[in-house]
């Protein structure tokens, strides 16, 4: 459960400054160039920007030596809430301090004290009207990615698989053939599945990464109704974002959808697995991966504590019962590897920060919508990262990375080239 | 925020509006630190905020020298104190003084030259040993990384600090490895020597090591470096680890060209001899204490684990085997480099009454992984802020006779903490608590000691300061040159350790009064222009 606030004073006083939470894991750092972490702390400069310093400046708000300023929201909100900060930590701090949990309770408290964007306050509007956060799109249209397809409506009939598209792939219109090819592809594998369609709302995780906790208790009630009324034992869904809504972040709510929850490249990995999906045509291409934070770092299956601190051997401090450590490592990360070395002709280049170690896409936690300089430089950043592996292309799998990704390219004139994973998959499947 | 906004807005002018805040939010992410209670609790600080009491000017950004020396010029024309720091790990970037103005030297962060014939780099504050050490084992190549871990900056111990890390026995400590430095003096000139200056007639030239560093380094009260030559030293190791395990819990498998060795002794004495001996061989690659408390945080993942470890050492008498236990790791190029150099190890475990700890089934081959990948990359050194609840170490010795610093030092400092354990200060990580190491292939060492307490504590707090106090008296008392607060080079410590230091601090001050006339470099973990300075943490 996410608690207030002033109830993670232990773990805000734990903060040493090691400094950790800027860095890519020491082990597997290879060079100077790609060795940050925290997109946050390298745009923002000033440590107040790197999360050790928003747990300082947690503490000094909660002891009442200032108040709120603009610089202040700034810190705090020009952060995608990657995790990689929490992964790094962890390895140090091991589960003394919960950062990704502290970083959110930081921003409920600033929504509950009025302290809210602009950029954010219209994205909360648009989801109280349209059920999704993106600004400008109607709730009407959100099904309209599907036309013609004829896929089942879960709303009405039962189902074993409830898809999920997510907003950004209902109603981004290039990124609609992605959705349409994932959902062939269920198809295809012969799947008894659904969508909501029209139906279907936000998974409420944007909302809940701003800092407003009523909207995302309101989606979760609302997918966990849908499934309910579809009957199905199983979610896919090809957005990164949701999987790691849902997975990760849904359980601080005290929510659990009571199903399995698949991100498409873990669905399409398993049918590689069993035979049933061959690719014949080669796709002559170099290629580097991109792990989204939502499906790798944040897709874990996160537990809760609500346990308590004591002390052994005098001042040796545990936790009973033993809080869980937060390092990604059981996140999904092999799945899309999988799929794209089965794809004849592609050579997969690895970057220097991958897996546990990405770097994010500079797309989340609202700072796209607010802040979309730092997005932009947040995207550059490894996309000039991915050039350096020689690759033509950058390959991921989650549709707010890919957007943040277009939108870098296009206003830089780069021809460099962005792909999902399923686009590569079409143009490997044997017609 | 600045009384005086004409000097914000020449701050503003030198660095550009982003890179220079007067935001209370902003300074307050600079303003709290772990080792504020440490220290200050025993002085009455009563909070976790290490300067609640001040109010600090502003923050700065500086990108280069020159707009380092500005800063600094504009500080000395209207009396603004100033402290710098890199990385900030440490007490000692905190400033300590009214409207005090924070130099943040992060946006200095290159590695400028790596000379792997001449063996030696040239970088910029806020190069951090992980960074350098990824580079540099490209090249067959390491430098010094103190304890401190190598998230920290090497610049901050080269030019400010001291300390030992673990392959001191190789790598010395950086007071030993600065070559050369471009330093800011408190009055905003430059000073460039040794082999920052390439190129410069008389080139490396003469150095001023001496007088910007002092015994420990000028902890931020004489200016600010704004870059540093350092020694590099061979490695004979891969460029990447084999990596092994996941999630938090990485091993590097140990390459076929290592060797790691944990060795027991029956008695200190035992062991100040086999230092003596493997220094004299010049056998070991990297050679340190491999205690407890010690070990038992480095490869476990969280307190927990860590309890359940410490409590499978008492049940098997294992802890009793890691009394006076060093781990040592040779390394060859050749194979027959390898074998020479463990079969004088070995001759020298017999010689000395030692053995080999390994057998008594302390660690599984994971462990070792997990070990020697800290060995190496030194990334695990705070986890000492997970097992204490913050650092709450004492001590600092370096570059003594390792005879002594085992016989006297080692002992004494078990002695101390182990009393802090049976009063309740401490906590109980097993019978030695000591971080010692030789340096330089010499009979010379460097030892504190680890002792933690609950720093959420002020009350621990301060009686954890006096335990400290005592062991300075201790090393007072037997002329192990008194550190034992960890720092002979805080300005307090004069009272304390003046007559066992001769004239030192008379000419430190001297060098202060000198390039610091106007007293804007923080005096506070340096020395003060006045004899008596006021305590104001």
Redesign the interface.
């Known amino acids: 459960m996410l608690n207030r606030l002033e109830d993670y004073r232990?773990d805000l006083?734990?903060?040493?400054?090691?400094?950790?939470c800027k860095?890519v894991?020491?082990?597997?750092?290879?060079?100077?160039e790609y060795?940050k972490i925290c997109p946050s702390y390298a745009d923002g400069?000033?440590?107040?920007y790197a999360c050790?310093?928003?747990l300082?400046?947690a503490?000094?708000?909660l002891?009442g030596?200032?108040d709120?300023?603009d610089?202040?929201l700034d810190?705090v909100y020009r952060c995608t809430l990657c995790g990689g900060c929490e992964m790094s930590c962890?390895?140090?701090?091991?589960?003394?301090i919960a950062n990704n949990e502290v970083l959110h309770a930081l921003r409920v408290k600033c929504v509950e004290d009025g302290q809210i964007l602009p950029e954010h306050q219209a994205m909360i509007e648009s989801l109280k009207k349209e059920d999704t956060p993106l600004v400008g799109e109607s709730k009407a249209k959100r099904g309209d990615w599907a036309e013609g397809l004829g896929l089942k409506d879960a709303t009405r009939e039962k189902v074993d698989v409830l898809f999920h598209a997510g907003c950004r792939f209902s109603f981004d219109e290039d990124l609609r053939d992605i959705v349409r090819a994932d959902a062939t592809l269920l198809r295809g594998a012969g799947v008894n599945f659904g969508i909501a369609g029209r139906e279907e709302a936000c998974c409420g995780g944007r909302a809940f990464h701003m800092g407003f906790m009523n909207e995302i208790e309101k989606y979760a009630d609302d997918m966990i109704s849908k499934i309910k009324i579809s009957g199905a034992t199983k979610l896919v869904t090809p957005c990164a974002d949701c999987y790691g809504n849902f997975k990760y972040y849904y359980p601080w709510i005290e929510r659990n959808l009571g199903i399995q929850i698949l991100h498409i490249t873990e669905f399409v990995d398993q049918l590689i697995k069993k035979g049933k999906l061959k690719f014949k045509k080669k796709v002559p291409m170099r290629v580097t991966f991109h792990d989204p934070c939502h499906l790798g770092r944040l897709g874990e299956n996160y537990e809760t504590w609500n346990g308590e601190w004591k002390?052994?051997?005098?001042?040796?401090?545990?936790?009973d019962p033993?809080?869980p450590?937060h390092?990604?490592?059981?996140g999904v990360y092999e799945a899309p590897r999988t799929i794209l070395k089965a794809i004849p002709g592609l050579d997969l280049a690895e970057m220097e920060r991958i897996k546990?170690n990405t770097w994010c896409c500079g797309a989340g936690g609202g700072a796209l919508e607010a802040f979309p300089d730092f997005a932009f430089r947040t995207a550059m950043e490894r996309i000039k990262e991915a050039k350096a592996t020689g690759a033509e292309a950058l390959v991921t799998t989650c549709p707010w990375c890919e957007r943040n990704f277009k939108n870098a390219l296009e206003e830089s004139g780069s021809k460099f080239k962005v792909y999902d994973i399923t686009e590569l998959i079409t143009m490997a499947k044997e017609k | 925020m600045f009384k005086n906004r004409n000097v914000a807005q020449i701050f503003e002018n030198i660095v550009g509006k982003?890179?220079f805040?007067e935001?209370?939010?902003?300074i307050?992410?600079?303003?709290?630190?772990?080792l504020s209670e440490a220290f200050g609790a025993p002085l009455g600080m009563k909070?976790?905020?290490a300067f609640?009491h001040l109010q600090i000017g502003g923050?700065i950004?500086p990108r280069s020298t020159e707009e380092v020396q500005a800063i600094v010029k504009v500080c000395n024309k209207y009396k603004i104190t100033y402290k710098a720091h890199s990385?900030?790990?440490w007490l000692f970037f905190v400033p300590t003084r009214e409207e005090s103005l924070i130099i943040?030297l992060?946006?200095m962060n290159r590695?400028l030259k790596i000379d792997d014939k001449n063996m030696y780099a040239v970088i910029e504050p806020f190069?951090?040993g992980?960074?350098?050490?990824?580079?540099l084992r490209k090249k067959g190549l390491t430098c010094h990384v103190i304890g401190a871990?190598?998230?920290?900056s090497i610049l901050a111990s080269v030019t400010s600090f001291c300390g030992m890390g673990h392959t001191s026995i190789t790598t010395s400590g950086n007071p030993r490895n600065c070559l050369g430095e471009e330093w800011v003096l408190p009055t905003g000139e430059v000073v460039r020597w040794g082999l920052v200056e390439e190129g410069k007639a008389g080139y490396p030239g003469i150095g001023y090591r001496g007088i910007a560093r002092g015994a420990f380094g000028s902890a931020g009260g004489l200016g600010v470096y704004t870059k540093c030559a350092i020694k590099l030293y061979p490695y004979p190791g891969p460029s990447?680890?084999e990596?092994t395990g996941?999630?938090?819990s990485?091993g590097?498998k140990v390459p076929d060209n290592f060797r790691i060795h944990l060795i027991g002794f029956p008695t200190p004495e035992k062991l100040a001899d086999f230092n003596y001996k493997i220094t004299e061989a010049k056998i070991a690659y990297m050679a340190w204490t491999f205690v407890t408390a010690y070990y038992a945080g480095k490869w476990t993942?969280?307190?927990?684990e860590?309890?359940e470890a410490?409590k499978k050492y008492e049940e098997t008498g294992a802890i009793d085997k890691m009394k006076q236990t060093i781990a040592v790791i040779t390394a060859g190029y050749t194979e027959k480099e390898l074998k020479y150099k463990e079969k004088v190890l070995n001759d020298i475990i017999k010689e000395t009454d030692a053995e080999e700890v390994l057998k008594y089934g302390i660690m599984t081959q994971f462990d070792l992984e997990r070990f020697f990948?800290h060995a190496i990359?030194?990334?695990?050194a705070?986890?000492v802020?997970?097992?204490?609840?913050?650092?709450m170490g004492g001590g600092g010795l370096q570059y003594l006779n390792v005879d002594r610093l085992v016989k006297v030092g080692y002992k004494g400092y078990n002695e101390i903490v182990r009393k802090g354990?049976q009063e309740?200060?401490?906590?109980?990580?097993g019978p030695d608590v000591n971080w010692f190491g030789p340096e330089e292939q010499r009979p010379l060492g460097h030892i504190e000691f680890i002792m933690?307490?609950?720093?959420?504590d002020p009350e621990?707090c301060k009686k954890h300061g006096e335990l400290v106090r005592e062991a300075n008296e201790f090393c007072i008392k037997e002329k192990l040159l008194g550190t034992g607060d960890h720092g002979v080079f805080v300005a307090m410590s004069e009272r304390n350790v003046h007559q066992h230091l001769g004239n030192y601090f008379d000419y430190k001050r001297k060098i202060k009064e000198a390039l610091d006339p106007n007293d804007v470099g923080d005096p506070m973990f340096y020395i003060g222009i006045e004899k008596d300075l006021k305590i104001t943490l």
């Open positions: 232990r006083y734990q903060c040493g400054r090691c400094g950790y860095w894991n020491a082990p597997v750092m290879k060079s100077i060795s400069k000033f440590h107040a050790g310093g928003k300082n400046i503490w000094c708000l002891e030596n200032f709120y300023t610089k202040m810190a962890n390895v140090i701090q091991g589960n003394r002390k052994v051997r005098n001042h040796l401090i545990i936790s033993p809080r450590l390092t990604g490592a059981d546990v | 982003d890179n805040s935001d209370p939010a902003i307050s992410s600079y303003s709290v630190m772990q909070s976790k905020n609640p923050v950004l990385t900030g790990l943040d992060s946006q590695i190069v951090t992980a960074q350098i050490l990824a580079e871990g190598s998230q920290a990447e680890p990596i996941e999630g938090s990485l590097w993942e969280t307190n927990e860590m309890y410490l990948l990359t030194a990334y695990k705070c986890t802020f997970r097992e204490g609840n913050g650092y354990v309740g200060i401490a906590s109980d990580y933690r307490t609950d720093r959420w621990l």
